[in-house]
């Protein structure tokens, strides 16, 4: 039960400091006050310029979205100030509208709990098993977490709907509510195996031990002090699953979609999008999705904050790995078999789709064709339009990866009143959906007023970078910060002291050690933003849709060969990218740790 | 409890963590495992908790085998209790349903437990605080809170793992007395662990000192601190000055030092064929006087003064002897660098350790020493070189060196 692990060679090894002699340990947030960094005053211009962009890209759109759903006349011709429950209204008289909430409900619950108990299972195998290749197993989760959803539910549908590889012989049964709930689980549990993973390492073995020598056997050590400890991680954990099912439009435009299984931002795209267009509906919609997400932030915060769960306090020894004996290679297996359909079966179906005529027809040399590549290739707007998403990603990237510097910079030095709104803004708009955000910038930007002055960015590519950028930069703003936070002050006093100026601290010191970081941000926005999917569908203009935008067309207009293939040559296409980008980095650091890194931010 | 340790192993891989230990803890008594990292202490705790089973030896409790050779009786059937390094207290109960919790798995009736754990927590000064949850606890509470919930459940024996370690320098002076008085109070056997001789000099009955997974010396703190057996114990107990000596060739039992110090006699087996010796002298045990002084006959030579220090209770000293090799002192006076003094060694019985060079190690197997816990090992000598006239107690230092034989030839060299 107790390994080598339980003989740490040094008793007073690091975590002794967590429990010091004050009253109460004071978590999570590092001195941002630090006096060694009041020299970064000159770059204090970089938060202004952080906090502009904050507001600009995240604050607007979503006042735009509450002026629109309670005034609805607000932006039109001429604009008017009259108060109107018409949105609402609407909403309420809409049986679409009213069964997608209640369905988006519903399947955020029944995912919540799949999920978690799925991301739990896996947080305790991945973390304290003796589990063979969980080195892999990790590196797996976090490949789950960051393939896009419409991808997922593309492939799946590709499987499940009509005409699909399983619709022949399982006729589909799975392309219901129940497998909508399945394939959101395989792709969502990731969240939850981060939060209870770290609500495993924060607690010490002794909380066991103690429990054990105070007499209590090891199933009342479960429940009486275990799972009393990991409820805050898997409420957590629970939570942001839930709202992530409910901002999700990736399987919602997809999946859902082939099970007739309306979700709500499903029906925000459709009462933007159809003739005639309701904005005033799709704004009351948003507004209660967004106040639903923020609710469950606000609780999710509430379950991680209590009682100083963020510290570790069981002590300073880890949570010795359980062997699990002869179950090690069946939950492996196990494990396996979890990626294999969490990723394997839907990118197979999506593979196979594209190199076969018949999809339901087997495997024969016969069975199987290029056409669909060179379709692919040769389509108007095939390759295009990834090549468009490229450029647009990275220009994206780059510039979300320069915001969030600055302010990681500004941040350190200011624990103000600014700071902290555009903390606020920042974390909350992590849990704005895409397709909300959407909304709120044709809202604003669709004015024609705007076009008059110059800035009508609306149909343009300009819109579609801003809107990647307010996705990107949360994670930007978080990471970069963090790995600010994590400079030793002393690091830049002694320099200082030293005799370094700003600008050899700025380019011997600090950038070095940032330098990867930033790199991987940069990565992390730009793989994001290629795939992109909500923003893209309602922002891309006329005549140049981006990536997603041209996929999901080619199976809207039942091309399914022609857009698998364009699937596989995009995510091929994007990997090589990624890759190549991503060994520059290792050779320019010489240490890639993506997964550690970005393991900060949950 | 009475517990008996009979030559316990741990190994794991090719390390061995803890080897041949025996003890054996009268009921009552409060013991402290001292050594540095490494030396085998939390490994000892762990088997004696049953949270590791010993690869070779066995554990006995009250007449009922604990462990033995790759097995242990569960922790929680053990009635042995601990006290963490990190307290690790749950963050989830209050401090009253921390303290609570042994009871409340054991199915004391509740009236039973919550009188119970009020007399606990009042022993602990902690009655106010039951409602409270850790972090709204300081430091020292928390310990307090640790130490309740160890004792409640009124255990057979309770295991300390560096309780102290956490506290600030201040706290920790204060908690040991107050920890002390609790475990005595409640008349509990406890084996405490730690790696700071004060705290182990302070608190316990005997000490138990490990080096390296293996039981260095077992005694009394005074034996620990007067009579140590190896130059691992000398220098953990404490800052010490180690003089070499040869046997005088002509005279059995009698010592010199290499500046023609003599020290001697004894009625025991001389045993001068080890060759060299080296001699204790703690610094506090070294007395200076001015050159100029009347110096009564006892162990005393001169040395010369190269450096000191002001460290409020006493100037730290640093001499040259005669030939050459160097001396610690502690004293009440500010010498000045360069003076010539009058050393005095203070102990009325000069300890010396017999340990052999580097490279004259016995390979004899290191069990005929755990025979007998008690005894020195092979290679462990020591004598005591007892002045044959000198009062054992009740005179001062001066008293006994001015009454030393006149046959010393101690003196300036």
Known sequence: ?602 | MSLKVRSLHYRYGSVTALADLSLELPQGQIWAVLGPSGSGKTTLLGLLAGLLAPTAGEIWGEGRLLSRPGWALPPERRRMSMVFQDFALWPHMTVAQTVAFPLTVAKVPESERRRRVEEVLRSVRLEAFAKRYPHELSGGQRQRVAIARALVGRPSLVLLDEPMSNLDARLRESMRLELAATLRQEGVSALYVTHDRIEALAIADKILLMDAGKKVQEGTPQDLYQRPQTRFAVDFMGAANLLAVKPDPDRRGVWTTGFGVRLHGTEEEPRQEEGQALWLLRPEQVALSAKAAVVPDGIVWAATVTDRVYLGAYWEVALRNPDGTQLRAHSQEGWSIGEEVTVAALPTAPWLIHEPMPGQETDQPEDASLQDPQGPGPTLLRRRIRKTVAPRDGTSHRDQLARAPEDSDSTSA
């Open chain 1, 1 to 602: 039960m107790i390994g080598p692990r339980f003989l740490t060679p040094d008793p007073k090894s690091a975590g002794q400091a967590d429990l010091g002699a004050e009253p109460g340990p004071s978590p999570a947030r590092p001195s941002l006050l630090g006096r060694g960094f009041a020299w970064i005053g000159r770059l204090a211009v970089g938060g202004p310029i952080a906090t502009t962009a904050a507001v600009v890209l995240v604050v607007l759109p979503l006042c735009a979205i509450l002026f629109q759903s309670a005034l609805p006349g607000l932006f039109g011709v001429p604009p008017s100030l009259r108060l109107s429950g018409a949105g609402f209204g609407a909403m309420a008289a809409d049986p679409y509208a009213l069964q997608s909430g209640l369905d988006s409900l519903l399947l955020g619950l029944a995912t919540a709990v799949l999920a978690t108990a799925l991301g739990a299972l896996v947080a305790w195998l991945l973390t304290v098993s003796d589990l063979p290749a969980r080195r892999l197993y990790a590196g797996a989760v976090w490949a789950v977490f960051l393939a896009p959803t419409f991808l997922i539910g593309q492939g799946w549908s590709l499987l499940l709907g009509p005409g699909g590889l399983a619709g022949t012989f399982a006729g589909g049964a799975l392309l219901s509510p129940v497998g909508v709930m399945i394939v959101l689980s395989l792709k969502l549990f990731p969240f939850a195996t981060f939060t209870v993973q770290s609500g495993l390492e924060g607690l010490g073995d002794e909380v066991i031990q103690a429990g054990r020598i105070s007499g209590a056997r090891s199933g009342t050590v479960w429940r009486r002090l275990l799972i009393p400890l990991l409820v805050p991680a898997l409420t957590a954990g629970g939570l942001i699953v839930f709202a992530e099912v409910l901002s999700d439009f990736g399987v919602a435009a997809t999946l859902a979609q082939s099970a007739n299984f309306p979700l709500t931002t499903y029906a925000i795209y459709t009462a933007l999008e159809s003739f005639p267009t309701n904005f005033s509906e799709a704004a009351a919609m948003s507004v209660m999705l967004v106040a639903l997400v923020m609710l469950v932030q606000i609780g999710q915060r509430r379950a991680v904050g209590r009682r100083g769960f963020a510290t570790r306090w069981g002590g300073h020894k880890p949570l010795a790995p359980r062997l699990l004996g002869r179950f090690r290679h069946l939950a492996g297996v196990g494990l396996g078999l979890l990626f294999v359909l969490a990723l394997g079966v839907p990118a197979v179906a999506t593979l196979w789709s594209s190199i076969s005529i018949h999809v339901g027809a087997g495997f024969n040399l016969s069975n199987l064709t290029t056409a669909f590549y060179q379709a692919a290739i040769n389509v108007p707007y095939g390759m295009s339009a990834f090549a468009l998403s490229l450029v647009l990603a990275a220009v994206a990237a780059s510039l979300t990866l320069m915001l969030g510097v600055l302010q990681s910079f500004s941040w350190r030095r200011s624990s103000g009143a600014l700071g902290r709104v555009v903390d606020v803004i920042l974390t909350t708009s992590i849990a704005v959906p895409g397709i909300v955000l959407g909304a709120g910038y044709i809202f604003l930007w669709n004015q024609p007023w705007l076009a008059a002055i110059g800035l009508g960015l609306y149909g343009t590519t300009v819109l579609l970078v801003l809107g990647y950028i307010a996705t990107g930069l949360p994670y930007a703003v978080r990471l970069a910060s963090g790995a600010m936070a994590q400079l030793p002050e002393g690091q830049i006093s002694a320099a200082r002291m030293g005799g370094a100026s700003t600008r050899t601290v700025l380019g011997r010191i600090v950038v070095p050690q940032l330098a990867p970081t930033w790199l991987r941000i940069w990565l992390l926005v730009f793989a994001g933003a290629v795939f992109e999917l909500p923003m893209s569908m309602l922002l891309y203009p006329p005549g140049q849709p981006t990536a997603a935008v041209a996929i999901l067309h080619q199976f809207h207009s039942m091309q399914i060969g022609t857009g698998a293939a364009l699937t596989v040559l995009a995510t091929l296409g994007l990997g090589a990218v990624v890759l190549v980008l991503s060994g520059l980095l290792a050779r320019l650091t010489r240490s890639v740790h993506l997964d550690q890194s970005l393991g900060g931010r949950l």
